[in-house]
């Protein structure tokens, strides 16, 4: 596979993953949160990959890292191309996305898809693309991220039993059905 933009210092041995814009909707800050619980509390050996560009919130997030105390185990390689994309997406062990809000929700899929199991919101539009096929969690509670990081990574079944739902889930969303309700979505934007 392609390189990727992280340092060799930084080789990625195991890591939870965050993809999309570093924004303060996107709950960067909780799973910072989180990380440093999972850290603190489990000795968890895990980096931290948030890929993407910074968006709202930036200084915030920004000061977030700089000041935790793992932040050496935060790896931001910026913008990344669809092929690095789906490479961390299948290297990592667990896809967080317990974000505030979101029109669709297409990254919950895409993680599905090469069998990551996930963890997400139980608000905005999240439970109803991700049914019962991911972990949901209030995004606003860090510990409860943090623990449905935990049960994954050191329970087989349960991480395996979610990755195989996560693979049926992805069957209910036909390209077509998909395409079709991403263009509801942009279209109700416009309005």
Known sequence: SKALKIPQSQALAKFLLFVGRLEERKNIC???????IL???????????????F??????????INRSKYKND????GYISDEEKFYLLKSADVFLFPTFYEGFGLPILEAQSVGTPVITSNISSMPEVAG????????????????????LISDESYKND????????I?????????RE???VILSRGR
């Open 74 to 77: 935060i790896i931001l390689p």
């Open 171 to 179: 069957k209910r969303f036909s390209w077509e059905k998909c395409a």
């Open 39 to 53: 850290k603190s509390k489990y000795n968890l050996s895990h980096k931290l990959v948030l890929a993407g560009k």
């Open 55 to 64: 968006g709202f919130g930036r200084e915030k997030i920004k000061n977030k």
């Open 162 to 169: 979610i990755i195989e739902k996560g693979y049926q889930n």
């Open 132 to 151: 019962e096929s991911a972990v949901l969690v209030d995004p606003k509670d860090a510990n409860a991220i943090a623990e449905a990081v935990h049960k």
């Open 30 to 36: 909780g799973i910072i949160e989180a990380f440093e």
């Open 182 to 184: 991403v263009s509801t």
